[in-house]
């Protein structure tokens, strides 16, 4: 199932590649349902805050009534910002499915592990590398076609 889901994040990441955005996508998943997705948005907007997962959180927040997201897992392409692990913890997600790794700006392993500071109140499960080349291809052939711009 993890496959299927991320594939679904990585439906999300092609909407922001087309939008110009930075290609990262997210869906939240409980009970094997997908209940939100996200895309960035941040150049759209002009939100700083726009990031995919933030977008997602907010939605599933809204499905559920309530900022608590027990109970759910997040997808995501890339690995989250800083801002983003902040916001796993404090939504309570159970788990959070990485496709792929940033190490100049992850913050669930990378360059920080928010996710999993045991100084923090809640602790997200992490699955690494989920169709890893599919999500760091994406990434890759966005900032190749920039340069070329």
Same mark, same amino acid.
């Given at each position: 199932?993890?496959?299927?889901?991320?594939?679904?994040?990585?439906?999300?990441?092609?909407?922001?590649?087309?939008?110009?955005?930075?290609?990262?996508?997210?869906?939240?998943?409980?009970?094997?349902?997908?209940? @939100? =997705?996200?895309?960035? &948005?941040?150049?759209?907007?002009? %939100? +700083?805050?726009?990031? !995919?997962?933030?977008?997602?959180?907010?939605?599933?927040?809204?499905?559920?009534?309530?900022?608590?997201?027990?109970?759910?897992?997040?997808?995501?392409?890339?690995?989250?910002?800083?801002?983003?692990?902040?916001?796993?913890?404090? @939504? =309570?997600?159970?788990? &959070?499915?990485?496709?792929?790794? %940033? +190490?100049?700006?992850? !913050?669930?392993?990378?360059?920080?592990?928010?996710?999993?500071?045991?100084?923090?109140?809640?602790?997200?499960?992490?699955?690494?590398?989920?169709?890893?080349?599919?999500?760091?291809?994406?990434?890759?052939?966005?900032?190749?076609?920039? =340069?070329?711009?």
């Amino acid at each position: 199932m993890k496959d299927f889901f991320m594939k679904e994040a990585l439906k999300e990441a092609k909407k922001a590649y087309n939008l110009r955005e930075i290609p990262i996508g997210a869906v939240i998943v409980k009970n094997n349902e997908i209940i @939100a =997705r996200g895309h960035n &948005l941040r150049e759209t907007a002009k %939100d +700083p805050t726009a990031h !995919a997962e933030i977008i997602a959180i907010r939605r599933a927040s809204q499905v559920l009534g309530g900022w608590r997201l027990t109970g759910c897992d997040l997808y995501v392409t890339i690995e989250p910002c800083s801002m983003c692990a902040g916001a796993i913890v404090m @939504a =309570r997600i159970n788990r &959070l499915f990485i496709g792929s790794m %940033d +190490p100049k700006g992850g !913050a669930a392993g990378s360059l920080y592990n928010i996710v999993n500071d045991d100084r923090l109140n809640h602790k997200a499960e992490v699955i690494y590398n989920v169709l890893s080349d599919e999500c760091s291809s994406i990434m890759k052939e966005f900032f190749r076609s920039l =340069r070329k711009k």
